[in-house]
DNA sequence: ACGCAACTGTAGCACCTGCTACATTGCCGG
DNA sequence: CCGGCAATGTAGCAGGTGCTACAGTTGCGT
């Protein structure tokens, strides 16, 4: 049904908008009619294409997460975990990634009570990006085994960052911080080998 | 004055009881009219004693803050700085300071944009609470010229555990990687002291 | 005892929220 | 050319938001 196929076009192209909004005002006090405005449509159409906000919201954290983790494994692999955590952190601190990360992070605090649906979005975007993650030290040089582990502590100590970044953007207490946790976490990918 | 006295009091103990909610549910859906219902008052009441509800908010950020360090500051010297992290890290995945811990992180999430009050207060909570960790650590053995770096460290991974912390409470992987944290922020003040 | 000032209750305002009923457009197949 | 259906616009609903105007009520100091 070409109908079909133009509907789910227009309702991609509307979430990939809604996206590109979300990331630019933030997802927490997010509502349709700012939202359908800055599109040049109305919150009709959203609900119209979407079965509700929760969907829209659903849609909007998965359609951020895959950019999140296209352009992760868009990032080269360096020479060791070390480089690894400071190239990752750089592209963290700039434009597309970071907003997706700093969407993540609302999306969390949001789930944190376990209100959907921030909690299961939350949940499925966690999964694919530690599994990017895990790639990404690899490439690096990790072994598979010590992966996982230092793919954990890093994502934490990632997204403990961004809470931060707002309060110490560009300082030095900011930049030791992330040489120590890359440190920390090339040791846990060494002692993983082992 | 003494009813000036007793003003300052019922808007302590507002800020109190307005607290207990707000950990209880939440800071970031927080309205005026369902806490002030919870506490057997009216919304006007809550207005009357505080300016607006940003005053309010920066009230509850400010005590919930003062229990956190509290809390903190009662916990016992730990024989290791890896013993204090993981010692630490009991205490907060426990009632009290868990929800302190989350209502941070909700307010840095609101805050992520600059919003007032949430950027403002949780800046002042931030700088309070790292005084507080520096102090645990170096009664736990860190020198206290490597105890702002650990520290540091070992708050932005804190807060990204609380992040996590709903979707892997109780794995192995979660105390794998707080073991892992715990190491690495022994190992910043083990070099730090050196 | 009385006045004053702090305190609290009632109603209401203007605005925003997600969502829906209904009417209309415009395109595509028969 | 026209019937039907997806896509869109208009208007509105019920409920919630922070906040305020106004009217008491209480309790203290004089």
Redesign the pocket.
Known sequence: M??AA??GE?RAQLAEEVTDYALEHGLIG?????VAAALG?????L???FS???DLIATVLHTANERSIAHLRSLPAASSVREAVLALWAASTEGRLERCQRLYVEAAALGLLGREPYAGGVRASNQAWLAALVDLLVASGCSRAAAPRAANLLDVALMGLHLDLPLERGTAALERCVADLADAVAAVADQGSR
């Open positions: 070409k109908t133009k509907d227009r997010l509502s349709l009619r700012p449509t109305s919150d009709r159409m609900l119209y294409h509700g906000k929760d």
